[in-house]
């Protein structure tokens, strides 16, 4: 779980590509057709606060919890610049803890891939389910395990701009179905030099079953499974699934 340290610095720079609008639009859809138009709203594995701030402005109360302190550093410089009323706390998400219940739970960008552990996930999923209202909803996204193995693989990506370069080395264990990726970022800064900032990343390919599988161990009920992009079912080349599960008893 241990990432986003130096590389919170970079991270918006480089992920300027990410539609955090047109996903907004598509979670707070799905979130009006649960019933959930207002009210108090927990962002989980918020990261710099992008899709906390787009939620916030679509008139939820917003809590932020990151286990990155650099990440929600560049989120508290956000909510000072767009002075929305949001809470954010520096908690590992398999062990957050809050003062009441809310409303729903989203954890967007992948976030819940960074579980690596079943166990683990599976705590996760406790825990949101405990911190929901009665008939609350979580709604989050994952990579699928299509992406890891077809697109991601053994890749090397790399993109060069005027303020900077990145190198993306991937590593996909397919037998354990755990991505590894290592980033190189240079970044310039004055008088033409370049700062080098180098991370691992980890993250566990999880097949949707078994996601649905831990939720219902977890007390939840599954209501929703669609892909991403489109809101349609789910096909074999799926790259990100979104899944909506309802607190149904503690």
């Not at 302190?69 to 520096?90: F, G, P, Q």
Request: hydrophobic share 35%; aromatic share 12%; proline share 2%.
């Amino acid at each position: 779980m241990d990432a986003y340290g130096e590389f919170a610095a970079v991270y918006d720079m480089f992920m300027d590509n990410i539609p955090y609008e047109e996903w907004s639009q598509r979670i707070v859809e799905i979130l009006n057709g649960y019933g959930i138009d207002s009210g108090l709203v927990l962002d989980l594995g918020c990261g710099t606060g992008s899709m906390t701030e787009l939620l916030a402005s679509a008139g939820y109360d917003m809590i932020g919890i990151d286990a990155s302190e650099e990440m929600l550093e560049l989120a508290a410089e956000k909510k000072e610049k767009s002075h929305n009323d949001i809470l954010y706390l520096l908690q590992d998400m398999r062990e957050f803890e809050l003062y009441g219940t809310v409303r729903a739970v989203v954890s967007v960008c992948d976030s819940i891939n960074y579980i690596t552990e079943e166990q683990d996930l599976l705590q996760v999923f406790r825990l949101v389910n405990n911190y929901l209202d009665p008939k609350g909803i979580f709604l989050f996204d994952i990579n699928t395990v299509y992406k890891y193995e077809y697109l991601l693989s053994e890749n090397t990506i790399a993109e060069n701009r005027e303020e900077g370069s990145f190198i993306w080395e991937n590593y996909y264990d397919a037998q354990e179905r755990l991505n590894e990726y290592d980033l190189t970022f240079f970044i310039r800064e004055q008088e033409g030099l370049y700062r080098r900032y180098e991370e691992t990343h980890y993250q566990r390919a999880y097949p949707v079953e078994q996601v649905l599988r831990l939720l219902k161990e977890a007390g939840m009920e599954v209501l929703k499974v669609c892909d991403a992009q489109t809101g349609d079912v789910p096909t074999d080349t799926s790259e990100r699934v979104y899944i909506v599960a309802g607190e149904c008893g503690k």
